[in-house]
């Protein structure tokens, strides 16, 4: 039966893959991929051999409604990302949404994602949480900062190392430097670091080192007063 199956790959340790995830990539017919190049080396890994074409931020306008057809016309696949579950913060959404709108069955597997791991590692409160996910670069930057420090809950951001002192320091201007966070980098692999602290105390702590990998920063909630 034709079928789009959403499957969460490894966010470094590639370890973190489920059996049944590795059962599904073996039985459908085609697997998209967000970097057939990154991919390969998973299915190389766990000795997965099924057919894979790109499925990416760049050609998801015009390739989501034919992979659907495809889908439709009988075919079974899988969309996986190059670390993470597809669609939250990557391309997916769109394919998705497609193949919902030409009845189409999608089933998404539990799986590895950055923030989870990162937001339980803050120490931060998470009974709720608000996950922005990536800024804006530019445009409605200063915007989106001024409407995230009026929230009464900790919030989930993701990021770039070569962004990270930029975010901090805005934060600091927008939230107030004394405002709880944490940063996560390097999730599960080797070199996975966590710093806690105020928003001052982080940067300082960045401002002198080369950062690398993924980030993935949680801030706090706003103190009640007392």
Do not use: W
């Not at 590639?14 to 970097?35: G, H, Q, S, Y």
């Not at 499925?55 to 306008?61: C, G, I, V």
């Not at 016309?73 to 996986?80: A, D, N, P, Q």
């Not at 394919?95 to 539990?110: F, H």
């Amino acid at each position: 039966m034709s079928k789009l199956y959403i499957v969460p790959t490894p966010i470094g340790n590639l370890e973190d893959f489920t059996f049944r995830a590795i059962k599904v990539l073996n039985e459908v017919d085609t697997i998209l991929a967000e970097d057939t190049r990154t991919s390969g080396k998973l299915l190389k890994h766990y000795d997965i051999s099924t057919k894979m074409n790109s499925y990416h931020m760049f050609n998801e306008h015009k390739t989501a409604e034919q992979f659907a057809d495809r889908i439709a016309s009988g075919e079974t696949m899988v969309l996986i990302t190059d670390a993470g579950t597809p669609a939250i913060s990557d391309p997916g959404y769109l394919l998705v949404r497609e193949c919902i709108n030409k009845g189409i069955e999608v089933e998404c597997l539990p799986g590895a994602t950055a923030f989870v791991p990162a937001l339980v590692n803050s120490g931060l409160p998470n009974d709720k949480f608000f996950f922005e996910g990536f800024l804006p670069h530019k445009k409605g930057r200063q915007t989106r900062l001024k409407f995230l420090a009026t929230l009464p809950h900790s919030i989930v951001l993701y990021e770039s190392p070569h962004r990270l002192i930029k975010t901090l320091t805005q934060l600091s201007e927008f939230f107030s430097s004394e405002r709880k966070i944490s940063v996560s980098r390097e999730l599960t692999k080797m070199h996975e670091e966590t710093v806690r602290g105020t928003i001052s105390e982080v940067l300082e702590y960045f401002q002198t080192k080369t950062v690398k990998g993924e980030i993935v920063i949680v801030i706090g909630a706003m103190e009640k007063e007392k």
